[in-house]
């Protein structure tokens, strides 16, 4: 073996080492560079730091965590969540780490594992309120009601005036059959929020509940008036009509409604009751078929449906729907209770 070429392979091994010992070439510093670059707009010159960062420590968070923002931004959700989830692993208490990966999973339709990760940065910033309002967004969708409510808890307060967490405090309520929480929550909002036509519409909802029909109605004429665009109050006047026996003028209503929101499961269910009332049974059951198709989980919606198919002499269906709607109704009396 040569001189020459001891010198040379020592010559190789120095080189990293030099590479590592230059500050500027380390990686707290190149996420520094980065950090600034994206700051500039500079995205490509921020990639290629973070690349050199990441050759140097495959592992480090803060770095899988700017490229998985990166790739979250250009619209590479997959490559974005295998960065975030290394990055998870590697530091498993950093709160902007584990939302972004929520917030990514829930785009992606992985709501098991974004509930997860949801949890853990609620655990980390009880106080973040967009991180809260995301993970009771994802407990009412399971008719989680107590979870909903508890996560909200810190931003239900008069001083912050967050009118989205009373929306979704509301709809929590509502979900779980608890009335008297429900009007509490929608009187002390309406203090809050005078003007607000989503929670006027509530508002309006409650005196319905209540069947005070026609504070209900000057409740939700109302808020159509703040807020013509919000299917909701369309829907609770229909449904306020049709309890009023005024079938047609609440087919009206919640079309309306679906006009707003074209899969809004309970306005498609309100146009069924109303048909089935009107001896429309053809055009009822297609509606509720469309409502059943949007909320599976509804059981108001099989009930109606068994009611139908009694009425056209469809035993087997009925039966079928029947007993789903107890199961349903089963399920969200056990995960629906709020304190």
Do not use: C
């Given at each position: 073996?040569?001189?020459?070429?001891?010198?040379?392979?020592?010559?190789?091994?120095?080189?990293?080492?030099?590479?590592?010992?230059?500050?500027?070439?380390?990686?707290?510093a190149?996420?520094?560079l980065?950090?600034?670059?994206?700051?500039?707009?500079?995205?490509?010159?921020?990639?290629?730091?973070?690349?050199?960062?990441?050759?140097?420590?495959?592992?480090?968070?803060?770095?899988?965590?700017?490229?998985?923002?990166?790739?979250?931004s250009?619209?590479?959700?997959?490559?974005?969540?295998?960065?975030?989830?290394?990055?998870?692993?590697?530091?498993?208490?950093d709160?902007?780490?584990?939302?972004?990966?929520?917030?990514?999973?829930?785009?992606?339709?992985?709501?098991?594992q974004?509930?997860?990760?949801?949890?853990?940065?609620?655990?980390?910033?009880?106080?973040?309120?967009?991180?809260?309002?995301?993970?009771?967004?994802?407990?009412?969708?399971?008719?989680?009601?107590?979870?909903?409510?508890?996560?909200?808890?810190?931003?239900?307060?008069?001083?912050?005036?967050?009118e989205?967490?009373?929306?979704?405090?509301?709809d929590?309520?509502?979900?779980?059959?608890?009335?008297?929480?429900?009007?509490?929550?929608?009187?002390?909002?309406?203090?809050?929020?005078?003007?607000?036509?989503?929670?006027?519409?509530?508002?309006?909802?409650?005196?319905s509940?209540?069947?005070?029909?026609?504070?209900a109605?000057?409740?939700?004429?109302?808020?159509?008036r703040?807020d013509?665009?919000?299917?909701?109050?369309y829907?609770?006047?229909?449904d306020?009509?049709?309890?009023?026996?005024?079938?047609?003028?609440?087919?009206?209503?919640?079309?309306?409604?679906?006009?707003?929101?074209?899969?809004?499961?309970?306005?498609?269910?309100?146009?069924?009751?109303?048909?089935?009332a009107?001896?429309?049974?053809?055009?009822?059951l297609?509606?509720?078929?469309k409502?059943?198709?949007?909320?599976?989980?509804?059981?108001?919606?099989?009930?109606?449906?068994?009611?139908?198919?009694?009425?056209?002499?469809?035993?087997?269906?009925a039966?079928?729907?029947?007993?789903?709607?107890?199961?349903?109704?089963?399920?969200?009396g056990?995960?629906?209770?709020?304190?």
């Amino acid at each position: 073996m040569t001189r020459l070429f001891l010198l040379a392979i020592l010559f190789a091994t120095l080189l990293p080492r030099a590479a590592a010992e230059d500050p500027a070439a380390s990686p707290p510093a190149l996420i520094v560079l980065a950090e600034r670059q994206l700051r500039q707009g500079q995205v490509a010159q921020a990639r290629e730091a973070l690349g050199r960062a990441l050759a140097s420590n495959p592992a480090h968070p803060r770095a899988l965590y700017l490229l998985g923002r990166l790739e979250y931004s250009a619209g590479h959700l997959p490559e974005a969540a295998a960065r975030l989830q290394k990055a998870a692993q590697a530091a498993p208490d950093d709160f902007d780490i584990r939302f972004l990966l929520g917030a990514l999973l829930v785009e992606m339709g992985q709501r098991n594992q974004a509930m997860a990760q949801l949890e853990a940065a609620n655990r980390l910033q009880p106080d973040h309120s967009d991180a809260a309002k995301l993970l009771a967004i994802e407990y009412n969708r399971l008719l989680r009601s107590r979870d909903t409510v508890r996560v909200l808890q810190p931003f239900l307060v008069p001083e912050l005036r967050d009118e989205e967490a009373y929306l979704l405090a509301l709809d929590a309520y509502h979900k779980s059959g608890d009335k008297e929480q429900s009007r509490l929550a929608a009187e002390t909002a309406v203090r809050l929020f005078p003007n607000s036509g989503k929670i006027l519409g509530w508002m309006g909802y409650q005196y319905s509940e209540r069947g005070d029909f026609a504070r209900a109605k000057g409740f939700l004429e109302r808020a159509m008036r703040l807020d013509p665009g919000d299917h909701a109050a369309y829907y609770v006047l229909g449904d306020v009509l049709l309890k009023e026996g005024r079938n047609q003028e609440a087919i009206r209503y919640f079309r309306l409604g679906i006009e707003r929101k074209p899969d809004h499961g309970e306005a498609h269910a309100g146009v069924g009751r109303a048909m089935a009332a009107l001896g429309r049974i053809d055009e009822a059951l297609a509606e509720l078929q469309k409502a059943r198709k949007l909320l599976p989980e509804d059981p108001a919606v099989r009930l109606e449906l068994s009611k139908l198919y009694f009425r056209l002499g469809d035993e087997d269906r009925a039966r079928a729907e029947s007993e789903e709607f107890r199961r349903l109704k089963q399920k969200a009396g056990e995960s629906a209770a709020v304190p």
